[in-house]
C-alpha cells in the first residue's frame, strides 16, 4: 500500500511540473499594480483588468511564466496599458520583455510619452528574450508606437494577431523606423495575421531580413492595411516556406516609392531596386518558397502616383513608384488572381493630405530635403475609426466564400457569417488534407512488453521533442529531436533507455513538445 502511495505521489508531481495552475487575478488599476501583479505571476494565471481604467507602469515588465492579461468581461473601453517617466525622468524600450509565452486579450497599449510628442515614443509592445515562445494578441489597440511595435525577434517564435487595430507607428525623426512586425534575423516558426486593422505605418508593416532568417509559415488574412510611408518593402519576408496572403486590403503602400540602388534623397539611401517593392521576397532558400496569394484589393491615392510620376528618373532629381512586387515574389504568384485594384471610400479612415505637399518638395530634391518631416498627424483615428465601405463595391464579395475583403470586424453580421461557414483561421485550416490540431495519442499496446507504439499529429511545421520519463520525473530516452512537416506519426518505443539498456517494469511518461504546445501521457511497462 505504501508503495502504491508513493508511486502516485510522485506521478502527481510530475504531472504538477508539466500542467500550469491557473487562476484569475482581478488587478486593480493604479501605478505599476500590473508591474507588481506580474513579478508575483504563477504559471498559466489570468490577471483581468478593469475597463474604463489605466495601468501605467514604470519601466519594463518581464513575463518568466506562461500568463494571460486580459480586460474584464463588459462593455466599457479598454483597459489602458501606458509607461511613464521613471523617478529619474527616463522612459523605458518596451511595456514587456518575454522569457514564456504571453496572450493579450482586449487591451489599449499608449506608445506616446506625451501628448503631441511625436519624436520621443516608447519602442514596442514587447519583444522576446528567449527562443521557442508564443505570444497571442487578440482585440488590442496601439497607438503611437515608435520603434517596433511587435517584435517576435528569436528563433522558434510563433506570433497570433487577431482582431487588433494599430495607429500612428512611426517617430518624427525616423521615418526608416516603424514597424508593426519585426522579426528581424529570427528563425521563427510562424505568423498569423487576421482580421487586422493596421494605419499609418512610417516604414514597414512586417520586417524579416538579412542572414539565414527564416519563417516556417505565415498566413495573412482578412486585414486592412493603409498608408505605408516606407521608402523599402511592406511586407519583406526571408526565406520563407509557406506564404498565404489572401483576402486583404492594401491602400497607399510604399508612399515614398523607390530610386536607383545606391541613391540617396535626403538622409535616406536607397538600396537594391528590386528589394523596395511593396511584397518582396529574399534569401538563398527562397527558392524554395511557396506563396498563396488571391483575393487582395490593392491600390494607391492616384495623386501619390501623380507626384512621384511627375519627375524624371534619368536625371537623378526624382523617386519613382515601387514596383508592387520584386522578381523572386513575382515569379511564384499569378498576379491577375492575386491581386485587384479597386478605390474604396471608408467611412471613416486616415488620409494623406498633410503628407502630400511634403512628398512633393521631397521628390524634387530641392535642398536634399530631410525625412524627418514625413509623419502621419493621425493618432486621433484609433477612436471613432471606421473602415467599412460601401456593400456595392467588388471589394465587399470578393473574399473566398463570397465575404468582404480587409478586417472582417467591421462588418459583424459578416463576420459572424464567416465563423459559422468554418472559413480557415490558421495555415493547418487551409491546407485541406493535413491535420488541423496537435494531437497525441495514447500509447498502444498499453501496458506493453517489450515495446508499444506512440501516435502523434502536427498541424504545421514545427521542432517537434518526443521524450520518456520515468516516475521519478528522469529522463530516460529521447524518441524525436527534430523539426517535422505537418502529418501524422507513428513512433515505437521498445523499453529501452538512451544507453540501450532495457529500463525495469513500472510506471512512465511520454512528452510530447511541438513548437510551443506541449502535453503528456502515461504507460506502463509489465515485464
Known amino acids: 500500500m505504501r508503495k502504491i502511495f508513493a508511486t ?8 504538477c511540473q508539466f500542467a500550469a495552475a491557473q487562476q484569475q487575478i482581478n488587478v486593480a488599476p493604479g501605478l505599476n499594480t500590473l508591474v507588481n501583479a506580474v513579478n508575483a505571476a504563477n504559471a498559466g494565471d489570468v490577471f483581468i483588468l478593469r475597463r474604463d481604467a489605466g495601468y501605467p507602469q514604470q519601466g519594463r515588465i518581464d513575463v518568466n511564466v506562461p500568463i494571460t492579461i486580459k480586460a474584464e468581461e463588459g462593455t ?3 483597459p489602458v496599458i501606458v509607461i511613464v517617466a521613471n523617478p529619474d525622468g527616463s522612459f523605458s524600450g518596451d511595456n514587456f520583455r518575454l522569457f514564456a509565452n504571453l496572450t493579450l486579450q482586449n487591451l489599449a497599449f499608449n506608445g506616446l510619452q506625451s501628448e503631441g510628442n511625436r519624436t520621443d515614443r516608447i519602442g514596442s509592445v514587447f519583444d522576446m528574450g528567449a527562443d521557442n515562445l508564443r505570444a497571442v494578441l487578440d482585440g488590442c489597440t496601439f497607438v503611437g508606437y515608435g520603434g ?13 494577431v487577431r482582431n487588433c487595430i494599430e495607429t500612428g507607428n512611426g517617430r518624427s525623426n525616423r521615418v526608416d ?7 528581424r534575423e529570427a528563425r521563427a516558426d510562424t505568423l498569423i495575421l487576421q482580421n487586422n486593422t493596421l494605419l499609418n505605418c512610417a516604414d514597414r508593416w ?6 539565414d532568417a527564416s519563417l516556417d509559415y505565415a498566413f495573412i488574412d482578412h486585414n486592412t492595411f493603409m498608408n505605408g510611408t516606407g521608402y523599402r518593402p511592406s511586407f519583406q519576408f526571408r526565406n520563407v516556406r509557406e506564404l498565404y496572403f489572401i483576402n486583404n486590403i492594401v491602400v497607399n503602400p510604399s508612399i515614398l516609392g523607390t530610386t536607383p540602388a545606391g541613391v540617396r534623397k535626403g538622409e535616406l539611401e536607397y538600396r537594391d531596386t528590386e528589394d523596395v517593392c511593396t511584397f518582396t521576397i529574399a534569401g538563398t532558400d527562397s527558392v524554395n518558397t ?4 488571391r483575393n487582395n484589393n490593392v491600390w494607391r491615392d492616384s495623386r501619390i502616383d501623380d507626384i512621384l510620376g511627375d519627375f524624371d528618373l534619368a536625371n537623378g532629381d526624382s523617386v519613382a513608384i515601387a514596383p508592387l512586387f520584386n522578381p523572386a515574389f513575382e515569379s511564384r504568384i499569378d498576379v491577375a488572381t492575386a491581386i485587384f485594384t479597386e478605390v474604396l471610400t471608408f467611412s471613416h479612415s486616415p488620409t494623406i493630405d498633410s503628407l502630400l505637399p511634403e512628398l512633393e518638395f521631397y521628390v524634387s530634391g530641392a535642398g536634399g530635403y530631410s525625412h524627418s518631416a514625413f509623419i502621419f498627424r493621425t493618432d486621433e483615428y484609433a477612436l471613432g475609426l471606421d473602415m467599412s465601405y460601401g456593400t456595392s463595391a467588388r471589394s465587399y464579395t470578393e473574399a473566398a466564400g463570397g465575404f468582404p475583403l480587409g478586417d472582417l470586424n467591421w462588418y459583424p453580421d459578416k ?3 464567416w465563423r459559422a461557414a468554418g472559413m480557415p483561421t490558421s495555415v493547418a485550416e487551409s491546407n485541406p488534407g493535413t491535420p488541423n490540431t496537435f494531437e497525441l495519442a495514447q500509447n498502444y499496446p498499453n501496458p506493453f512488453n517489450p515495446e508499444t507504439k506512440i501516435t502523434y499529429k502536427l498541424a504545421k511545421t514545427v521542432k517537434v521533442s518526443l521524450d520518456i520519463y520515468n516516475a521519478l520525473g528522469q529522463k530516460v530516452r529521447t524518441l524525436v529531436q527534430a523539426s517535422q512537416p505537418a502529418g501524422s506519426y507513428d513512433v515505437t518505443w521498445n523499453g529501452r533507455n538512451d544507453l540501450g539498456a532495457a529500463v525495469p517494469t513500472g510506471v512512465y511518461f511520454y512528452r510530447l513538445q511541438a513548437g510551443s504546445q506541449t502535453t503528456m501521457k502515461k504507460m506502463v511497462l509489465l515485464k
Not at 517596433?148 to 497570433?160: F, V, Y
Open 8 to 15: 502516485s505521489f510522485i506521478v502527481l508531481v510530475l504531472l
Open 76 to 78: 466599457g473601453a479598454l
Open 148 to 160: 517596433r511595435t511587435l517584435e517576435p525577434g528569436r528563433d522558434g517564435a510563433t506570433l497570433i
Open 177 to 183: 523606423n516603424g514597424r508593426f512586425i519585426d522579426f
Open 206 to 211: 512586417i520586417r524579416h531580413m538579412l542572414g
Open 290 to 293: 511557396s506563396i498563396v496569394m
Open 415 to 417: 463576420k459572424q457569417e
